[in-house]
């Protein structure tokens, strides 16, 4: 095992900077997957489990949705939320039982609502209800995809460590080219968010910068006005 003084970040940093780089690059269409930005991870003045990264990542996520819908592809919501009893949290409830645990995010509680930030198209948006960390775990998302023909899954939301690492495994493991924007990925704590980031990008998913994506995305768009 190599041993290092380096912190998270600067290890990440030092892989995001290396020219040597390979990648798995964009396919043809994009999926785009807001995972969990709801109150009881994004309200950090109100919840202790909340967390925020980049201060504008609610406005990258609306803006990226925007492209999204006008392109004609997918954009996916998820949220957690269980029962009174908890019950449908299963054994990754059972740790804690506080007003903070994640089997006390009770349906139509503030902790499972929305970001009041986020512009969701009720109509055009997909919007899945989630147990586990993966958006696909027990979803309808893997029938989405395949209805839609896209071939390339870029996640954003939280946490980096968490629900963004599980999704992207799956999502690498179904044969999706898997993108994550930098800008658009939050944790708890910058050793977790920089540490998953690393092992996102070496392992199952190419960890780019919000700029990388917007400008494959504006290519799309120019491809179909031109048509």
């Keep these: 095992m190599q041993t290092t003084t380096k912190t998270a970040k600067e290890i990440y940093n030092d892989v995001k900077n290396n020219p040597a ?5 964009f396919g043809n269409k994009a999926v785009l997957v807001n995972i969990d930005p709801q109150k009881a991870y994004t309200c950090t003045d109100e919840f202790a489990t909340a ?3 980049d201060p504008r990542q609610m406005e990258y996520i609306n803006e990226m949705s ?8 997918p954009v996916v919501w998820t949220h957690v939320a269980y029962m009174q009893s908890a019950e449908d949290a299963g054994i990754w409830g ?10 006390n995010i009770k349906f139509d509680s503030r902790r499972s609502e929305f970001d009041d930030r986020l ?8 919007v899945y209800l989630k147990k586990m960390p993966s958006a696909f775990f027990e979803t309808q998302l893997q029938s989405l995809l ?23 495994v799956d999502s690498l493991s ?9 800008e658009c990925v939050a944790d708890k704590h910058e050793s977790y968010h920089y540490a998953n980031l690393t ?23 120019a491809q179909q006005n031109g048509k």
Excluded: M
């Excluded at 780089?21 to 690059?25: A, E, L, V």
């Excluded at 506080?98 to 089997?103: A, K, R």
């Excluded at 512009?119 to 997909?126: A, C, F, G, P």
């Design 21 to 25: 780089r390979k990648r798995f690059g």
């Design 51 to 53: 967390y925020e990264t």
């Design 66 to 73: 925007k492209t999204f819908r006008a392109l004609g592809w």
């Design 94 to 103: 059972t740790r804690t039982d506080t007003p903070d645990s994640l089997q």
């Design 119 to 126: 512009e969701i198209d009720y109509v055009k948006d997909v």
């Design 146 to 168: 395949v209805w839609h023909q896209v071939d390339t899954v870029i996640l954003t939301g939280g946490s980096t460590s968490g629900c963004i690492r599980a999704t992207a």
């Design 174 to 182: 179904r044969g999706y080219r898997t993108i994550v924007p930098e």
């Design 199 to 221: 092992d996102l990008s070496l392992k199952y998913a190419d960890v780019l910068t919000l700029n990388e994506v917007n400008a494959w995305l504006s290519g799309q768009t």
